[in-house]
């Protein structure tokens, strides 16, 4: 069952800084909040509010900005965490329940019907405080399929509207992804949001997957941020679903490279090199034929339009060049090479990049030529 749209609920600001080391100031999150909430990001998780005062003042200051996403905080089975939730201007909380044998036995040191007994306590709670609930099922991926139903019914009961499916360990595929999901949707009238960790590189793929079986909301992080390998980030899982799927989230592609660039500056964690849709070289091409085919037709090499994203393709010289770049990027320098002296500067790019390790910049790439020019090479 395809979802002609899909709600993102990103929880940067929530396990994106959860990513061990990552603490942002309460500047950052402003920012972040602000930059997610010009691209048209609907939800945002911001929170722990049982972590302290100083984390429910971030809360509320996010709140005080007035921005159009909706608020989520999330909060333990704890009385006391319910109730610190309260007053901040968040709108949801994920009230998290362990869902497996696992969690259940050897984190709560609780049972099944414990769960089941006490789960509507809670909701009721968060709901007299005038919040929306969703019931965040941590370990999902590794609970009995007929105890998430059973836990949705008694969530749906309760009160709650929303079933976060998490994928906690990120060891979840996505064909098992898509089978989980479909047995949920066809079982409960709830909102379903799929929270995928990237562990085995498989976040988005199970995100997407989610959504193909009828997940209505997913989470996602600037850059793919989160605990350990991090979550399903948001850039990927916003072109996969416009891309591949035609699911429509109301983000605005354009606005990635300043969000992403803002977040690795405030996580202090880089992105790197390769990562698609923001990573430098996402769009970066060396390679000869490449460069050829890209400059005959962009279609040749291209999936898709880096504009769409707010980038552009960028060709650099290197040990697999070929003649065709060469005199393309000392055009964009001035300088107008023929196919014989563009064939003669290949050897020395390769020289160049293979003691240097990266590809030579606009002062290298004049004195390639200098050198080249000079009666030595006459
Ligand atoms: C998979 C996830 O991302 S879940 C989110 C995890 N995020 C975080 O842990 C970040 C924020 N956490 C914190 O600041 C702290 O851990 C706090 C404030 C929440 C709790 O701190 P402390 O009271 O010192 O407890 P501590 O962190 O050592 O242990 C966690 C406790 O929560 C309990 N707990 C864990 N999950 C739940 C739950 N869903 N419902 C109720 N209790 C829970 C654990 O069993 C443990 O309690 P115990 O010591 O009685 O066994
Ligand atoms: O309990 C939840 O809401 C999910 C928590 C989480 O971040 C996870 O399980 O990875």
Redesign the pocket.
């Given at each position: 069952m395809t979802q002609p749209f899909i709600t993102i609920n990103d929880t940067t600001l929530r396990?994106g800084e959860?990513s061990a080391g990552v603490a942002f100031s309460l500047d950052e999150k402003l920012a972040i909040a602000r930059r997610l909430d010009a691209i048209g990001v609907p939800e945002l998780e911001v929170g722990?509010p049982?972590?302290?005062e100083e984390e429910r003042a971030s809360i509320r200051a996010v709140a005080g900005l007035g921005l159009n996403p909706k608020l989520m905080v999330?909060s333990?089975?704890?009385p006391e965490?319910i109730a610190a939730c309260r007053d901040l201007g968040a709108h949801l909380v994920d009230i998290?329940?362990?869902a497996s044998e696992q969690h259940l036995a050897y984190?709560?040191?609780r049972d099944r019907q414990w769960l089941l007994r006490e789960l509507p306590k809670y909701i009721g709670a968060a709901r007299d405080l005038g919040l929306d609930v969703g019931v965040g099922c941590?370990d999902a991926s590794r609970a009995d399929p007929d105890f998430l139903c059973a836990l949705a019914e008694v969530a749906e009961r309760s009160g709650a509207r929303r079933l976060r499916f998490?994928d906690?360990l990120g060891i979840l595929e996505p064909f098992t992804t898509f089978d989980r999901i479909a047995r949920l949707r066809a079982n409960t009238g709830l909102e379903i949001e799929m929270h995928a960790h990237d562990d085995m590189g498989l976040a988005t793929a199970n995100t997407l997957a989610a959504c193909k079986a009828g997940a209505t909301h997913v989470n996602t992080t600037v850059n793919g941020l989160g605990?350990r390998a991090g979550n399903a980030p948001l850039e990927e899982v916003v072109l996969g679903l416009k891309k591949l799927h035609g699911i429509e989230t109301g983000v605005e592609l354009r606005g990635f490279p300043a969000l992403s660039a803002l977040v690795a500056s405030a996580s202090g964690r880089a992105v790197p090199w390769q990562k698609s849709v923001v990573g430098a070289g996402a769009f970066t091409h060396e390679a000869g034929i490449h460069v050829d085919g890209l400059l005959k037709h962009p279609d040749n090499y291209q999936g898709f339009d880096p504009q769409e994203v707010g980038q552009a393709h960028r060709i650099v010289l290197g040990k697999h060049s070929g003649s065709r770049a060469v005199q393309v990027v000392y055009a964009g320098l001035g300088v107008d090479l023929d196919e014989a002296q563009a064939q003669a500067l290949l050897p020395q790019v390769r020289a160049f990049v293979a003691s240097h390790k990266h590809p030579p910049e606009t002062a290298d790439l004049i004195g390639l030529l200098a050198s080249l020019r000079s009666p030595l090479h006459v």
């Amino acid at each position: 069952m395809t979802q002609p749209f899909i709600t993102i609920n990103d929880t940067t600001l929530r396990d994106g800084e959860q990513s061990a080391g990552v603490a942002f100031s309460l500047d950052e999150k402003l920012a972040i909040a602000r930059r997610l909430d010009a691209i048209g990001v609907p939800e945002l998780e911001v929170g722990i509010p049982a972590m302290g005062e100083e984390e429910r003042a971030s809360i509320r200051a996010v709140a005080g900005l007035g921005l159009n996403p909706k608020l989520m905080v999330w909060s333990r089975m704890h009385p006391e965490d319910i109730a610190a939730c309260r007053d901040l201007g968040a709108h949801l909380v994920d009230i998290s329940v362990p869902a497996s044998e696992q969690h259940l036995a050897y984190k709560l040191k609780r049972d099944r019907q414990w769960l089941l007994r006490e789960l509507p306590k809670y909701i009721g709670a968060a709901r007299d405080l005038g919040l929306d609930v969703g019931v965040g099922c941590e370990d999902a991926s590794r609970a009995d399929p007929d105890f998430l139903c059973a836990l949705a019914e008694v969530a749906e009961r309760s009160g709650a509207r929303r079933l976060r499916f998490a994928d906690t360990l990120g060891i979840l595929e996505p064909f098992t992804t898509f089978d989980r999901i479909a047995r949920l949707r066809a079982n409960t009238g709830l909102e379903i949001e799929m929270h995928a960790h990237d562990d085995m590189g498989l976040a988005t793929a199970n995100t997407l997957a989610a959504c193909k079986a009828g997940a209505t909301h997913v989470n996602t992080t600037v850059n793919g941020l989160g605990e350990r390998a991090g979550n399903a980030p948001l850039e990927e899982v916003v072109l996969g679903l416009k891309k591949l799927h035609g699911i429509e989230t109301g983000v605005e592609l354009r606005g990635f490279p300043a969000l992403s660039a803002l977040v690795a500056s405030a996580s202090g964690r880089a992105v790197p090199w390769q990562k698609s849709v923001v990573g430098a070289g996402a769009f970066t091409h060396e390679a000869g034929i490449h460069v050829d085919g890209l400059l005959k037709h962009p279609d040749n090499y291209q999936g898709f339009d880096p504009q769409e994203v707010g980038q552009a393709h960028r060709i650099v010289l290197g040990k697999h060049s070929g003649s065709r770049a060469v005199q393309v990027v000392y055009a964009g320098l001035g300088v107008d090479l023929d196919e014989a002296q563009a064939q003669a500067l290949l050897p020395q790019v390769r020289a160049f990049v293979a003691s240097h390790k990266h590809p030579p910049e606009t002062a290298d790439l004049i004195g390639l030529l200098a050198s080249l020019r000079s009666p030595l090479h006459v």
